[in-house]
């Protein structure tokens, strides 16, 4: 599958989907009388729950072995103190795994395992909208959903797929068969809406920021090629018409509450560039560049955002892209945050239109930067053929 089906299939299962208004209004009032169950007790081996328990032991195991799992303590810890500040008394038997993927998704399987992706984590402004994220995914774990849908599985098979969302090698494997089969009903995604809302409000955070998530997301989509989000996705394709849906989460969240911005920010600081550049080499440039111009309107002194939206746009190459670049490089490489990789991408471009003074001038400040960068052999070519 490709990288922009590869997106569609994560924008189906996140965390934000949403039913007709008049369906959605009943949904929040049925919400207005939830209360959080108690704790489950384990599930008899023999039982429908007890076999998906073990299988996702299983994977669990594998995610905790795979090359993609973040090993970083203390961003670990953050996540596991979100997850636990909105699962309230269900703390105990949840655990959150962040993922090395660029693509935005997070998910929650029935025995407590969560997963939540880079590319996710990229994209939120703020811990309230990580709070919206992940509460939706608790949502479904406390109402069971998973459970549900693997009873309506018809046969093995369908079981399987049922199951595959939660193990990297199997997700990896049966991307095309997930997005046909694997979804939650239109019911159990409303719930979940409904459920994160009220989670968000009774940990203390800004409900309203579920909408924001939303509207982000779908900025992004309509920034594609296709600037058409029902031809994009999936998901648009099969729900109620968009604006409706950023309205009713409206409708569901309240402005009260923390947004935890700048917590959010430097729990974040180490990981940004990695995900800038993971995000790139997705190759969905117009939708990068959608996203680090939203970055960029909060945080217009960020060399790192500036440094990818002109990278997106070097390698997109469009008509206008390597000026507008230029542009975003030069007022990068004047702040002291700027990555080393700033001035490599400016000595390419500079490299490009033959000023063999700038970029070679470029191209020494990288190496100076980052002496041992991977490709530093190679520059150090092309300073000497500028110099020759």
């Known amino acids: ?115 939540v992706w880079s590319g996710l984590l990229l994209r939120m402004d703020n811990e309230a909208q990580l709070a919206a994220v992940i509460g939706h995914e608790v949502g479904h774990f406390l109402q069971r959903h998973a459970l549900e849908r693997l009873r309506d599985a018809k046969s093995k098979s369908a079981a399987g797929v049922v199951l595959a969302p939660f193990g990297l090698v199997g997700l990896v494997g049966q991307l095309a068969l997930i997005a046909s089969v694997y979804s939650y009903s239109r019911d159990q995604e409303r719930e979940a809406d409904t459920i994160s809302v009220r989670l968000m409000s009774a940990a203390g955070y800004d409900s309203s920021q579920a909408s924001v998530v939303w509207g982000n997301l779908l900025a992004e989509v309509m920034a594609g090629p296709n600037a058409d989000a029902s031809k994009s996705s999936v998901l648009f394709a099969t729900h109620p018409a968009s604006e409706e849906r950023r309205d009713v989460l409206r409708s569901l969240g309240k402005a009260e509450g923390e947004k935890a911005e700048q917590a959010y920010r430097e ?100 190496l100076e930067a980052a002496p041992d960068a991977p490709d530093a052999g190679m520059i150090r070519t092309y300073i000497s053929e500028l110099e020759t």
């Open 1 to 115: 599958m490709n990288r922009r089906g590869f997106l569609q299939w994560g924008c189906a299962h996140c965390a934000l989907l949403y039913a007709a208004a008049g369906r959605a209004q009943a949904g929040a009032d049925a919400g207005s009388q939830w209360s959080i169950p108690p704790r489950f007790a384990a599930p008899d081996a023999a039982s429908d729950e007890g076999g998906l328990w073990a299988t996702m032991a299983r994977e669990e195991q594998r995610v905790r072995r795979s090359p993609f799992l973040i090993r970083d303590v203390k961003l670990h810890d953050y996540l596991q103190a979100i997850l636990c500040r909105l699962a309230g008394s269900h703390c105990p038997d949840v655990r959150v795994y962040p993922v090395r993927s660029p693509h935005f998704n997070a998910n929650m399987a029935p025995n407590g395992m969560m997963q």
């Open 267 to 366: 729990r974040m600081a180490d990981w940004q560039l990695p995900f800038l550049e993971d995000e790139l080499k997705r190759g969905q440039y117009a939708e990068t560049i959608e996203l680090l111009g939203r970055k960029l309107a909060a945080e217009p002194a960020r060399g790192d955002f500036l440094y990818a939206r002109a990278e997106a746009r070097r390698l997109r190459g469009q008509e206008k892209d390597l000026e507008q670049a230029h542009a975003d490089l030069a007022a990068a490489a004047a702040l002291a945050n700027a990555p080393a990789q700033t001035h490599r991408s400016l000595g390419l471009i500079l490299r490009s239109r033959a000023d063999k003074a700038g970029a070679a001038a470029s191209f020494r400040r990288y």
